[in-house]
């Protein structure tokens, strides 16, 4: 089988801090991270590997060449091949933009299966996904949960989702689109000692707009079909607080508070 | 008049006159005419406020078709050539809404919180970065404006006797033979955290009391809900996440025991009644928007609490 994995590396929010007395972002340190959703897709894809050691296994990242470091670390988990979309017209891409790119891209390949993330952690709208799966006129399931390898082929798989009010299960034909939602317990492996010392940037394409040939108005800002007019800063919400410590005194005024507005 | 479609929230079929609001703060109610398209039986709680209702036949065998729904809007579409389509943020609108974009050639934003005009155009906020930041969004393509909201935002509010819609009957589209829905079965959450009147919420400094979380919601006749980091962590479930990847709640009463608050966090409960916060840090973010804050251990706190109430097991 062959893999198509599409990922993202996203600043690391847990690290940011919002101080609400001076309505600022307090950005001590952002690192990137790969996105968690995505990091459930490439630890299935690296599963399916494992089973079958024939799968081929390409990661792709539209990014700026600064993600290089990252993409080896992910080279260095028998993926085996990686490719970084990269540009500078590509930068300030919106959705639209993003998914024109990677369609096009993707166009180009022979592939029995795409997989993403549902959401990234930045900009959280799941839309790149859909619009690829439009674009290659494929089927696309989001906020997949599970995939069962034992009914996996590279003519379909069956996929459980997880939606508002249901579980689901899927067969779905393949080629298509299967969007991961985040799951805590995906971990990817720690490279072994061997890969580490290994040499992976051969196995790194770069592919830029002089290889896509994407009109110049149909990406970055210039094809963006929306646009960030303004960052707000959270309003000043404060109300009016009575901060008591965990003793006694504490406790009492809480239970009269609670008592006062009639939920005791 | 300015027309807008909206396709109906098939998870909650209730909720999607709620979306009409987004229409009337786009044009004012009194310049918009409006469009459902139903694939529930059509109950007047469904239909009230819209002006015409589009029934699908027999389509509750077509509420989880991506492909069938994108193409039944696009017909409406070239009919109607409504200014505004409005999806609901549901696992299918989701899906449908993106392929709905690339098909227009329009822009999407997705899960909007609020608009807001600004000299004459139009702004659509919603958070990014994990509900860090609020980013005020404009269209650059022609119309369609297209949007997706997120249940528990908006509500519809009625004024007056209701109108009876106009109703028009259409055929789904057949089904594409590649995808196949071979189970379906219901959550197990027995509550919506959306319905609940007083949660009782978790977050990451709440890690070791889970359990008295669940004691203490019952005593205050509430529930248990939970932040990202809980969920994460997988101490909770998913659904009872609150915040943008989660839902968005409205209770009276919101304890927040160990939740620090990212934005998304704080803007979801802005109409929040009462809030209590049971924190170590009394700088948290959260605390600045309580009413009551507990400093300290929450362990402690709840137990003492539970005690002084009679409520400990």
């Known amino acids: ?264 | 008049m300015k027309k807008t479609l909206v396709l109906q929230d098939t998870e909650h079929p209730h909720r999607s006159n709620a979306l009409l609001e987004v229409a009337f703060g786009m044009y004012g109610k009194q310049h918009s005419e409006s469009w459902l398209l139903c694939y529930t039986e059509a109950h007047d709680s469904i239909l009230e406020g819209f002006d015409h209702v589009v029934v699908v036949k027999d389509g509750y065998q077509a509420v989880n078709d991506v492909r069938g729904i994108c193409t039944s809007i696009l017909s409406l579409y070239d009919e109607h050539c409504f200014d505004s389509i409005l999806i609901p943020g549901t696992w299918v609108g989701r899906m449908v809404a993106p392929r709905l974009a690339k098909q227009l050639k329009v822009g999407l934003i997705a899960e909007i919180n609020d608009i807001q005009k600004k000299d004459g155009t139009l702004e659509f906020i919603r958070t990014a970065y994990s509900g860090n930041v609020l980013c005020g969004i404009s269209m650059q393509s022609k119309s369609p404006v297209l949007l997706t909201i997120k249940g528990g935002i908006f509500s519809y509010k009625a004024e007056g006797a209701p109108k009876a819609p106009t109703l028009e009957y259409i055929a789904a589209p057949t089904p594409s033979p590649t995808m196949k829905c071979l189970k379906r079965s219901p959550l197990e959450q027995s509550y919506d955290i959306r319905d609940s009147e007083v949660l009782v919420s978790g977050g990451g400094g709440a890690k070791k009391v889970v359990l008295l979380l669940q004691e203490l919601a019952k005593a205050l006749h509430g529930q248990v809900s939970a932040s990202r980091k809980l969920v994460d962590q997988g101490l909770a479930e998913r659904n009872i996440q609150v915040g943008q990847s989660g839902r968005v709640v409205n209770p009276k009463l919101y304890v927040a025991v160990g939740i620090d608050g990212a934005i998304q966090h704080v803007e979801g409960l802005r109409d929040v009644e009462t809030i209590i916060s049971i924190n170590t840090r009394e700088d948290a973010p959260i605390c600045s928007i309580s009413d009551f804050v507990v400093v300290g251990d929450a362990k402690i706190c709840i137990e003492k609490l539970l005690k002084r109430i009679g409520a400990d097991t």
């Open chain 1, 1 to 264: 089988m062959h893999i198509i994995c599409l990922v993202k590396f996203v600043p690391d929010v847990s690290a940011f801090n919002y101080d609400y007395n001076t309505s600022s972002m307090v950005n001590t340190h952002t690192k990137m991270v790969l996105n968690p959703d995505d990091v459930h897709a490439l630890s299935f894809a690296l599963q399916v590997k494992r089973k079958w050691p024939e799968t081929y296994l390409e990661v792709v990242s539209m990014a700026s060449p600064s993600v290089t470091v990252y993409m080896h670390d992910l080279l260095r988990l028998s993926v085996d091949k990686g490719t970084l979309l990269s540009d500078p017209l590509y930068a300030g891409s919106d959705t639209y933009a993003t998914s024109e790119v990677l369609g096009t891209y993707l166009k180009g390949q022979h592939y029995d299966c795409i997989i993403t993330g549902s959401r990234s952690l930045d900009g959280a709208t799941s839309q790149v996904p859909a619009q690829i799966a439009q674009m290659l006129g494929l089927d696309h399931l989001l906020d997949i949960t599970e995939v069962d390898m034992n009914h996996l082929s590279s003519n379909e798989a069956q996929c459980t989702v997880e939606t508002d009010t249901e579980i689901q299960t899927w067969s779905i034909q393949m080629p298509a689109v299967l969007s991961f939602a985040r799951n805590s317990r995906a971990k990817l492996p720690y490279p072994t000692f061997e890969a580490l010392q290994k040499d992976v940037s051969g196995k790194l394409f770069m592919i830029s707009n002089q290889d896509l040939g994407l009109k110049r108005d149909s990406v970055g800002l210039e094809g963006s079909l929306t646009k960030v007019v303004h960052t707000y800063e959270a309003e000043n919400m404060s109300r009016a607080k009575t901060v008591v410590g965990v003793n006694d005194e504490g406790i009492d005024l809480l239970v009269q508070f609670l008592e006062k507005r009639g939920y005791l």
